[in-house]
């Protein structure tokens, strides 16, 4: 007998299959018909157009980039003009303008918004995980989702809450469907939160997973090994204590972890409480 030939799925049936593989954001304004003939010439695309960046705050840097419409800029070039940037902020304020209008990373163009910090700039102990993932992306801050509800519950473990820490991530763009950060990426964003990490100048600074303690911390060592070890984290102008712990979203797919996250938690308790 004949087979009949499937029906085609319905749209409602696509998009369920693309939120199953992943696919939970668009990155353009026009879909790409990537089975089309390719020597046919695509259309030509409109330029997006970006608000100028502040005057005040790019004139004072020699190597700052121009406002563009897609980060095609040599990743060299965007790391050395990060760096040039990061250091004229005087002020997290002044930082966290600088990023809004930061072209250097392509991220920038695919996120919904900033993720900048969450908490308090004048707290004594300071949390950097990795990147905004899809809520944080939503809420503009960091770990509010899943993992965020965890990393309260650590930070409570050591009688403290979001009042009494300081959040942030070493990249402030949520990368697509929570892909991880290229190695470019991850050195474009770093002179940012490493100029965030002095300015708020913390006594404890403790590194939430992998990602974030081998690009602050220096190491190529898994978090294994770094876990609950002290390291001296120089800001520039001053040694502070840094600790590399478990990221939250590990211990929630790995709870037999937690034993060795409080351990580490405790550590910081102690030193917090010594130097207070
Ligand atoms: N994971 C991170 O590393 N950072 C967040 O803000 C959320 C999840």
Redesign the pocket.
Known sequence: MPTMPEPAPTVQQLLAFYLEAGVDCALGEEPINRLADPDAAPPPREPVVREAPPKTLFQTAPAALPARADATIAPEAAIGSARELARTAPTLEALRALLENFDGCALRQTATRL?FADGNPQARIMFV?????RD?DIEGL??V?R??KLLDRMIAAIGLDRSKAYIA?VIPWRPPGNRTPTPQETQICLPFIQRQIELVNPDVLVT??NP?TQTLLQTREGIMRTRGKWFDYDTGTRVIRAMATF?P?YLLRSPSYKRMSWQDLRAIAKVLAQSS
């Open positions: 993720v995980g990795e990147a905004p993932g944080e960091p770990f989702g993992s965020g991530n939430l997973g974030s990221h979203a």
